[in-house]
Every structure is written in C-alpha cells, then in structure tokens.
C-alpha cells in the first residue's frame, strides 16, 4: 500500500518550527536571554568591530517582524545586561562587549552543535533544496504581507 506524499505547506513549517522551540527555550534559559535579545546580539556580535545600530534594528523588525520600539527595547536590554555597549563618541554604532563576545560564542556553539544532531544525516542536496524552497516561501510571504 503507498503512502500520499507530503507536500510542503505552512503547516509543515510551522510544525517543523514549533518542534525546535524547546530546543531554542533551553538554550535561552540558560543564557538569560530572550529569542529577540539572542537574534540582536548575533547580529552585532557576528561582526568584529561595530555595527549601524539602523542595521540592527533593521534585521530585527524585518526578520522577527516587530516593531521598531520593541527592537530599541531589545537593543536596551542588551545594554543593560552589559552585553552591548557604544563604542565612545558614536551612539550610531554598537558592539559587543568582552561578556556579549562570550556569550555569543557558547550561544553559538550550543547551537551548532543541536543543527549537527537536528541535519547532520540529511544529505547536503536535500538541504540546499529545502533552503531554496523556504527563500521562495519567505520572499513571497513578504512581498504580500507588504502590499
């Protein structure tokens, strides 16, 4: 007897999301930090030296689809926890401090190596594939949630 096929639909992706949550709540449990803290402090730990702190608030509204004042609340909180600071003379810029760099790394590596248990079998193909789908999916879930 054959099986229908799955197809790809929302609610494929929201299962899939939803199934890693835990996962994610763990790690952020242990951080301190909350989802929107953790995305924000990627972004400005991810770069060396300092960053547009537009940019960040860029990435944060577009990507977790808040709200410019929430995304100043988060870049404040991550200030306040000492994890992201100015640097002298430029409140245009951010960058984090020696504790966001740290903490950034172990978030970093706890991720890393959940993704290794979560997609380390599946073969590279099918993983370039699924990420070429859910690009479409995004772009297009943007362009009409813009009109």
Same mark, same amino acid.
């Given at each position: 007897m054959s099986r229908t096929p799955v197809l790809l639909n929302?609610? @494929?992706? $929201?299962? !899939?999301?939803y199934a890693t949550v835990p996962l994610r709540e763990r790690l952020l449990a242990r951080s301190g930090l909350t989802f929107h803290q953790s995305v924000a402090l990627n972004t400005v730990a991810a770069d060396d030296g300092s960053v547009a702190r537009g940019d960040v608030? &860029? =990435? @944060? #509204? +577009? #990507?977790? /689809?808040i709200d410019e004042a929430a995304a100043d609340e988060t870049l404040a909180a991550l200030t306040s /926890?000492?994890?992201?600071?100015?640097?002298? $003379? &430029? !409140?245009?810029?951010? =960058?984090? #401090?020696g504790q966001g760099r740290a903490l950034h790394k172990?978030?970093? !590596? !706890? *991720?890393? +190596?959940?993704?290794? %248990?979560?997609? $380390? &079998?599946i073969p590279a193909a099918d993983l370039e594939t699924a990420a %070429? *789908?859910?690009? @479409?999916v995004m772009e297009r879930a943007n362009a009409l949630a813009a009109e």
């Open positions: 929302s609610q @494929l992706i $929201g299962q !899939a999301h608030v &860029d =990435r @944060l #509204t +577009g #990507t977790l /689809k /926890k000492c994890l992201v600071e100015e640097p002298p $003379g &430029d !409140a245009s810029r951010l =960058r984090a #401090t172990e978030f970093t !590596a !706890a *991720v890393a +190596g959940i993704a290794a %248990r979560v997609y $380390g &079998d %070429r *789908v859910l690009l @479409l």
